[in-house]
């Protein structure tokens, strides 16, 4: 919880843990206000491309777009209740270095939250490889 939010996260012995602990198996967001953050890829915010050929570095451009869309509508990491992360060509070994872009731009507020990860042939242009979009729970406002 964070800032009066009332965002929970549940990981029941009825399921399985997630895995690496990098995500919660139930997120429950207050009825309220709700952001959709549409899918981020690796454009700074002058739109200029980054990271050609770099899966790391273009998820940790993608994780600071969601860091910086979240605080725009004036939520913090931990009001995230669900990521979708799309990875073009996605095997094992890109599960370390695309979270660990993650966890150095939250550092010690990585969101955990409800999340997918896919692997997907393809993105919007043929140079992106990663893509992150999230749904981010609100506290309401006075």
């Not at 979240?70 to 669900?82: E, L, N, S, Y």
């Not at 370390?96 to 990585?110: L, M």
């Not at 242009?125 to 999230?134: H, M």
Request: hydrophobic share 50%; net charge negative; glycine share 10%.
């Amino acid at each position: 919880m964070s800032n009066g939010s009332q965002v929970s996260r549940i990981n029941p012995p009825t399921l399985a843990p997630p895995v690496m602990g990098l995500y919660a198996q139930i997120m429950i967001a207050p009825a309220g206000r709700l952001a959709f953050i549409a899918g981020q890829v690796a454009l700074d915010r002058d739109g200029t491309f980054v990271g050609a050929g770099d899966h790391a570095a273009q998820a940790r451009q993608c994780f600071i777009n969601i860091r910086d869309a979240v605080a725009a509508v004036g939520g913090v990491p931990a009001d995230i209740v669900k990521m979708t992360i799309n990875v073009v060509d996605h095997r094992a070994e890109l599960i370390g270095p695309i979270f660990g872009a993650g966890h150095e731009v939250f550092g010690q507020d990585w969101p955990v939250t409800a999340s997918t990860l896919l692997g997907v042939a393809a993105l919007g242009l043929p140079d992106w490889l990663v893509e992150i979009d999230a749904i981010v729970a609100l506290p309401e406002t006075s």
